[in-house]
Each structure stands twice: as C-alpha cells, then as structure tokens.
C-alpha cells in the first residue's frame, strides 16, 4: 500500500518541479494577500498583533485554493488520470499520494514562510511557534478535503472560482482551530486544546478524504 | 382569548412592528412568489418541449 | 389508481409524476390549515414575553425557518444516498428540487435573526453559534446549488451534488461544534438565542408554524420536481404522450 503512495508521491513531486513557477506563484499569493491587511487596516502594532493569526490563516487558505485545480486537471488533461482510475490498485490510495504531494509543494511552503509575516505583525515568539506549526499540522488538512472539491468540478468551466464555493465553507473548521491556537497561546491558555483538535482534523481528512475524492473522480471520468 | 386591545395594537407590535412585520413580509413574499417562479418554470419548460416535439416530428416526417 | 402503493414502481419517474401531481394540493391545504392556527395562537392569542415584549413573536417565522433549512438539507442527503447506493434517476432530481426551498429557508431565518437581533442587542448582525452556522448552511446550499449548475450532464450533476451533499453533511456536526467552540471563546457574555420557560400557546404556535413550513416544502418541492422530470425525460414515451395531449 505504501508502495503505491510512495510511487504516486515521487511521480508527482517530479512533475512539480517541472512547474516550480506555479509553486513559487502560490507562495507570492500568500506574501502579498497578508502584506495587503496592514495597508488596509492601518499600521497600529496592537490591532495587528490581534489580526495577524486569522489574516495568515486566512491567506493560507485562498492560496492552497490556488493550487488545487493542479491536482487533478493536470494529469486529466492528458489522460493520465483515467489511467490511474482504471489501473488495479486502489485510486483512494492514489488520491492520498497526490494529496501529499499536493501538501509537500503547497502546505509545507506556506509553514516555512508563515514565521517570517509573523514577524511583520509583531507576534511573540511564542505564538510564532504555534502559529507556525498549526499551519505544519493544518495545511494536510486542506489539502485533502480540497481534493474532494478539485475531483467535484474536474474540467467545468468556471472551475476555480466553483472549487473555492464548494471548498471554503469546509474549511472552516480548520481555520477556527489553527487561528485559535495561536490566539490561546497569545491570551497566554495554551494552544494544546486547539491544536489537539487540528490534529484530529487532519488525520480525519488524511484518512477518510481521499476516498470521497476517488468516488469523486469515478463521477466526474465516467 | 384574544391578546391584543385594538387592531392598532396588534400592527404596533408593543414598538416591535417594523421587525415582526418586516419578518412575516419576507415571509410572505416568498411563499407567494416561490410558487409562482415554480409554475412559471413549469410552462415555459413544458412550452419549450413541445416546440421541440414538433421541430423533431417535422423532420422525421419529411 | 388502486396500484399498490410501490415503493419500487414510485422510483419510476412516470409513476411518481402523476402521483406528485394528485399530492401537491393536499400538501399545500395543510400548510394552510397549520399556518392559520400556528398564527392565531401565536399572533393573536400568545402572551407577551416578559423579557422581549412583542418582538420575542419573531421566533414564529425565525425557527421553523431554521428548522426546516437544517431539515431539509438533511433530507437532500438522504436522497442523495439512495441516489448513490440504488443508482434511481428520481432521487437525484428531488435532492436538486429541494434546494432552492432550503435555501430560502436559511435565508429567511438569517433575514428574521437579524431583524430579531437588532432590538434585542442593538446591532443588525451577532456572531452568535447557531447565526453563524446558519450562514455556514446557506454557503453549502449555495455550493450544491452551483454545482449542479455547472455540469451539463444531468447524472453526473446528481452524483456530484450528491456526493458533496454527503461531504457536507458530515461536516455540518463538525463545522457547528467548531463554531460553538469559536463563539463561546470570542464573546464575554454568551448572547442567549434560547428562550427561558415557553408559555404552551408560544410554543404551540411555533410547532405549528413549523408544520406549515415544513407541509409548503413538500407541495413546492413537488412542484418543481415534476418540471425537472418532464426536462430530464423528454425523450420517453409517457412525457411524449403528455406533451401531445396537451395535458396537465
């Protein structure tokens, strides 16, 4: 089974990195929508300090959104996908690959660059860390119920702007947890409980996402 | 068995009239309308099928 | 129209459409009924609530619109499921004509929240739990609707819809908890939506109201469901003779 992930993870990481301008375009989304906040709401420390969670993770969210039309469209486009879904193994199986990869080259980015505007809204060390691991545990998370949406609208017009109709409003959950651990933390109660319940989210999309995503896509190749 | 004292008082609403009525409006307003939307539909569809019944009974039949 | 009642020969759109047809009248009268007595008890004979004065009557609109947008949605992933599980054409076309009603519903009961809210707390809007995850509701009705929108293919347009219909239904426990748990840490003082002790005629008036919603959602979605059907099987035999006929 591990095989199957593995091969699927290494096969699509390979074709990113034929495409590192989407990746690194998705990265920028995310820099310029949270540098856009403090222009619009005024250079105040304080009420930066307060917004900054909510506005990364926000920003976090539309630019995972970006990158999810990739994850499917790509290899439909070429056929490929209808490959994968006729071939032995299980496309549930499949799907988790390409939702991992699909956080490596996204998720994972936004986690790395996350401490850094945190910086620029002037949080504390402390809740840098958790803001930068709640995204490390919550970005999965995304991935894996945004595959459910990318699957749903696979080749229909107005397929981006669709996908985030569909997928925003379950993401909520994730976005109210991963902001609320650092506001824990910065309210000096810990994040654990949030984070806790991050946790549980991701493994239950990581877990169970997938396969809707494969009935997903069984509905849209037939 | 009837609360109100006069029928000013009931549309008065104790000073709450414009949010009960304005409530009960959007009620109405859609209750009525839904189901004219849903009839409306119902005839151009069945309308437009039977224009198409006919343009394909025209051509089978030359 | 003494067949037994199949449950089978009601799956065949051409059973069901006559059926659906003979229903709607009858639904529609018990709605009426149910609503005059639910607004004679809740309008004329109701107290005044000690607390909220004559707004509190709001709440004869505002929770049976809220129920029934909850209710109804649920009921669409129940169709949804038999959709998926049995592969029936007629499960997928009650799902989509069940949609728009549900999400009047949510609107009505965000429409009604707010004009509640504004005396009681002074603003249009609150972040309250149940507001909120209102307005969560009408975004997924919104998506399914957009959905099923977007694809041509009417079958495939059921299955997604109803896949994501099953998606979201297992979310709305998860998004409504998450919510709570957002809401009772952002607000000092937690804004009561409940109502202490109802007097019986209050609560009387509401689960009447309820049933009237509920009854004018059924004859609506029977409504438009049979203009679904005559769209999605123009091509069969019955809608053929139908159309020709020039009947109802």
Excluded at chain 1, 10 to 29: C, E, N, P, T, Y
Excluded at chain 3, 26 to 39: D, E, H, I, M, R
Excluded at chain 3, 55 to 63: P, S
Excluded at chain 3, 225 to 237: K, N
């Amino acid at each position: 089974m591990f095989k199957i992930i593995a091969a699927v993870i290494g096969r699509d990481l390979k074709l990113a990195m034929r495409r590192q301008a989407d990746i690194v375009s998705a990265l920028f989304f995310f820099v310029i929508v949270v540098s856009l906040f403090p222009l619009g709401v005024g250079p105040e420390p304080d009420l930066l300090r307060k917004l900054a969670p909510g506005v990364l993770w926000v920003a976090a969210l539309l630019s995972t959104m970006l990158s999810l039309p990739r994850l499917f469209a790509d290899d439909h486009r070429d056929g490929t996908l209808e490959q994968l879904a006729l071939a032995p193994h299980p496309l549930g199986l499949v799907v988790t690959g390409k939702v991992i990869a699909h956080w490596l080259v996204s998720g994972l980015p936004l986690a790395l660059i996350a401490p850094i505007l945190g910086i620029q809204f002037d949080l504390s060390n402390d809740a840098l860390i958790v803001l930068t691991f709640a995204i490390l545990l919550g970005t999965p998370a995304l991935s894996g119920i945004g595959a459910i949406g990318a699957a749903l609208t696979l080749g229909l017009r107005g397929g981006g702007v669709l996908l985030s109709l569909l997928v925003l409003p379950l993401y909520i959950p994730v976005l109210i947890f991963g902001a609320g651990a650092v506001d824990a933390t910065v309210a000096g109660l810990g994040g654990e409980g949030h984070l806790s319940l991050l946790a549980a989210l991701t493994f239950a999309s990581i877990g169970f996402a997938p396969w809707a995503s494969a009935a997903a896509l069984k509905i849209a190749l037939e | 068995m009837i609360h109100w004292n006069s029928f000013s008082d009931f549309l008065a609403m104790g000073g709450y009239g414009f949010y009960v009525w304005g409530s009960f409006g959007l009620t109405v307003l859609i209750m009525v309308i839904e189901p004219i939307v849903v009839a409306h539909t119902r005839k151009t569809t069945i309308a437009r099928l039977k224009r198409q019944l006919r343009a394909e009974h025209r051509n089978t039949a030359e | 129209m003494k067949d037994r009642f199949n449950l089978y020969r009601m799956a065949s759109p051409a059973t069901f459409y006559p059926f659906a047809g003979a229903m709607i009248p009858y639904f529609a009268a018990v709605s009426v009924v149910f609503g005059l007595a639910g607004l004679y008890l809740g309008m004329l004979v109701a107290p005044t609530d000690f607390q909220q004065g004559e707004g509190y009557r709001i709440i004869f609109i505002h929770v049976p619109a809220s129920w029934m947008s909850m209710f109804i949605y649920l009921v669409m992933a129940f169709w949804a499921a038999i959709g998926l599980a049995f592969n029936t054409r007629l499960s997928g076309m009650m799902a989509q004509a069940l949609a728009p009603t549900g999400a009047l519903m949510a609107v009505l009961s965000l429409w009604t929240g707010a004009l509640w809210g504004k005396p009681m707390w002074g603003a249009w809007w609150v972040w309250d739990a149940r507001l909120t995850s209102e307005l969560i509701l009408l975004f997924l009705y919104i998506g399914y609707m957009a959905l099923t929108a977007a694809i041509d293919d009417a079958r495939r347009a059921d299955k997604a819809g109803g896949l994501l219909l099953l998606v979201g239904v297992v979310n709305v426990p998860i998004i409504y908890f998450s919510v709570k748990w957002w809401n009772t840490l952002h607000q000092g003082s937690s804004i009561n939506l409940a109502k202490s002790s109802m007097a019986t005629t209050m609560l009387w008036g509401m689960l009447l109201m309820a049933m009237c919603f509920w009854m004018y959602s059924i004859a609506i979605a029977l409504m438009r469901v049979r203009t679904i059907m005559l769209e999605r099987e123009r091509h069969t035999d019955w809608v053929k003779a139908l159309l020709t006929e020039g009947g109802k």
